[in-house]
């Protein structure tokens, strides 16, 4: 399957009908088939290479423990362990240092990330064949455990997009009912008052054509020999990644979610108000609160400790500097950071009419700007004067470390939190369930898949 050719803006008095997204993508795809699939499009994407345990890819006579010259001196590591030796020197000679990447032919790297989240300086690393990442000979790491964003696949040349134009065009004007030169199966005849019914045999079809000049010149140049597919080379002594696609989400994206960057100080956090996760009654009573993080298949799960933060309820009031109304949402911005959060009660003063009450917060698009729900006449972004102050600032903050959500939740799949009060009555412990969340680690964004190496 390729990418677009064209977009269908390029398709004129048809960019604008329901059918010219159609006509643009299946004009790319027939191209991208009948030209033998050399030219894809080019697609960026973002993956992470986990590594296998070298027992799990030598198979079970591999040794256990085995010695290892690291920067001048001798090491005996289980074999197990070397994939997470962070110290471990490239030799630029064995397949440790080196990944050979899904998608090929690659024609950028991006960045590259190790398990700590640390962009890589481009001196550490180079591509080779526009297929493999490759260590630099001695540079203290290997690929192991880390994440790829890269570009890869082939754009078509100058006339395809031509041809893919005259194509797509040709589908449009044939789907909005109009005159097209595509060719038609059935040809009448009428000859002194006699009709007749050709059926074509559309022997063009068979060799690869469309019957459209541009786009038979095109693919007469660039597949001559009408090759259903490109040639590919496989080799047994690379080895290839398998595919681990990561979980769904458990529950919906929310603003409860956590999402921890990689980092050896560094850790995620998520704020919401107690009143909106009906916690209220965690101020200033004997309940004391507590976070358990879980995998996926909540296998395993870890408590945490000082992971929740109860802001003092004191109210806090931010003066006012502009307004505006939009399909009856409210934004407010203020004269600096409010502090609130989605779900906060906020009493709006001394606007006006429109904009004066007591809402509650949906949106905090910045730390300067709120929105809520307001039915009104829409108003255009205007200076304005007063204040808005939070009836009761009942935040909670939960924060969760990259150490404990890595050692929870590996580096692949999503897991979940859940917040508890805790208390002890007559020697009796009462656990109330709060609220929950996703938790992932988040290297970067939109990772589409998970990879193992050697495996």
Known sequence: MSNLWITPEELGAYSETEFAYEAAKSASNILWALSGR????????????????????????????????????????????????????????????????????????????????????????????????????????????????????????????????????????????????????????????????????????????????????????????????????????????????????????????????????????TNVSLSSINGLFLLGSDYSSKVVIRNYGESESLELENAVEITDPTPVAIDITNVSLTSNVATITTDGSHKFYVGTAVVVDGVDSTFNGTYTITQVPTPTTFRYSKTASDVTSVAASGTAASTTDDRITITVTYADALSVLGMIDPGTWDLYGERTVGGVTETVYVGSGNLKVSLASNVINAYTIGS
């Open 38 to 269: 050399k030219y894809s499009g080019t697609t960026t994407v973002t993956e992470r290479y986990i590594c296998a345990g070298r027992s799990f890819r030598f198979g079970p006579s591999h040794r256990n423990v085995q010695a290892a010259l690291i920067e001048g001196e001798m090491y005996n590591y289980y074999a197990d362990d070397i994939d997470f030796f962070e110290d471990m020197t490239s030799d630029g000679q064995t397949p440790s240092s080196r990944i050979r990447l899904r998608g090929r032919p690659v024609t950028k790297i991006h960045t590259v990330r190790n398990r700590l989240g640390t962009v890589l300086s481009p001196d550490l690393y180079y591509l080779v064949d526009h297929s493999t990442l490759q260590a630099t000979e001695g540079t203290g790491w290997t690929p192991c455990n880390i994440e790829v964003t890269y570009s890869y696949g082939a754009e078509p040349p100058t006339i395809g997009k031509v041809a893919a134009r005259k194509l797509a065009m040709e589908f449009a004007k044939s789907l909005s009912g109009d005159p097209c030169d595509l060719p038609e199966r059935v040809t009448s005849i009428s000859r002194q008052g006699v009709s007749y019914t050709i059926l074509d045999n559309q022997d063009f079809i068979d060799e690869l054509k469309t019957g459209l000049y541009e786009v038979d010149l095109f693919l007469r140049s660039v597949n001559p020999d009408r090759a259903r597919a490109r040639a590919r080379v496989f080799t047994p002594d690379v080895p290839r990644a398998r595919r681990n696609t990561p979980k769904p989400l458990r529950y919906g994206v929310s603003s409860l979610d956590i999402a921890v960057p990689a980092g050896t100080d560094l850790s995620g956090s």
